[in-house]
């Protein structure tokens, strides 16, 4: 069971909520199953409108990149340099992530600051 945590301070103070998923669903998803009011635009994402901070809990995981991922944070300067040439680094974070195109996994555990 993947679980994240949704922290930010932007929408009336510190807030944070605890989500569980059965099965691999973006953070995008994820947020508005759960009514986490997270900015959002294209959904597919180009625009960049829905980065987020997302810190890895427990076990080491892959940081798994798809080609619009790398490619819009690396136009918002939010794509670390050692991540632009290969986007399957062990990921120890935090980094920024999109979050329409960033999936939780079963066993993954996340904190997700917005
Ligand atoms: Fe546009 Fe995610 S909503 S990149």
Partial sequence: MGQVQFISPRIGGDWSMSCRNHQPISLLKMARIWNVPLPVHCQKG??????VRVTPQGKQQQ???????????????KLPAMLASDGQKPWKGPYWRLACQCIVGSGDQFFVAF
């Fill in 46 to 51: 180009l625009c960049g409108t829905c980065a």
């Fill in 63 to 77: 940081l798994c990149l798809n080609a619009f991922e790398k490619q819009t944070l690396q136009c918002l300067g």
